[in-house]
């Protein structure tokens, strides 16, 4: 899936991505608090409406760090996406029959069209001669397999991402403390507090930006479940 940037409070070099560790770079015009802006607002004004906006926000909930407004579902079940018969009896012949894996290989990516997995499929079953149900049951199983750790790494990235941006929240919501202390404080030195007021307004825009981003990331465990649906039962129907 596409990636969204780590962040910190301020810029930093990256590694490399890894699976479910949700990347994206911020524009060079970051630095410029740019968000939901009006003439006059303050700093505090701003903060107030972008910790407490509802829009994008996780409902309430056990996990304290998943992010999405979708409910949390580690795992699935292949009860869920698959009512024919059970393919874990075919488990010991899989090893007689590479084909399978490298069909999986091929159908499971979400970049292939899910009409061309589908074909694929249907090849596969019209091939497979007396060994049909044999063969389709290991092609499931291995779908599913392939497909729920998938999702199931994207679900870990999530996490991942709500705990940061918990942590992001609460380091706001201390540096703006701060700036209205300082602001408070009539000896407070200039260069010092317009230091602290950049900071704030950077860290708001990471925490923004990082908040618009799971619009997107939140939505791919639901892809991953239904592109599996799909295919599990186009090999349903390709049994009959």
Excluded at 132 to 139: H, K, P, S, Y
Excluded at 165 to 173: D, P, V, W, Y
Aim: glycine share 6%.
């Amino acid at each position: 899936m596409r990636a969204l940037s780590h962040y910190a409070a301020r810029p930093h070099r990256h590694g490399r991505a890894r699976p479910g560790n949700f990347r994206r770079s911020l524009p060079a015009s970051a630095k410029t608090w740019m968000v939901g802006t009006l003439p006059g607002m303050t700093v505090g004004t701003m903060l107030t409406l972008l910790l407490c906006a509802p829009a994008g926000a996780a409902p309430p909930s056990r996990d304290p760090d998943w992010p999405c407004q979708q409910i949390k579902v580690p795992q699935l079940s292949l009860a869920s996406v698959w009512s024919g018969p059970s393919p874990e009896a075919q488990q010991d012949d899989r090893g007689q029959a590479p084909r399978v894996d490298e069909l999986v290989n091929e159908i499971a990516p979400r970049r292939v069209p899910v009409e061309q997995a589908q074909e694929k499929i249907r090849a596969f079953a019209a091939q497979a001669g007396d060994q049909r149900q044999a063969r389709l049951l290991d092609l499931v199983n291995g779908l599913f397999k392939t497909l729920n750790e998938e999702r199931s790494t994207v679900i870990s990235g999530l996490d991942r991402f709500g705990a940061r941006q918990r942590e992001l929240a609460t380091e706001l919501r201390a540096d703006n403390e701060k700036l209205r202390a300082m602001q408070a404080d009539a000896s407070s030195d200039a260069g010092d507090l317009n230091q602290l007021t950049q900071r704030v307004q950077w860290e708001a825009q990471v925490f923004q930006d990082r908040r618009q981003a799971l619009s997107y990331a939140c939505e791919v465990p639901a892809k991953i479940e239904q592109r599996l649906f799909t295919l599990a039962r186009t090999i349903q129907d390709a049994l009959q």
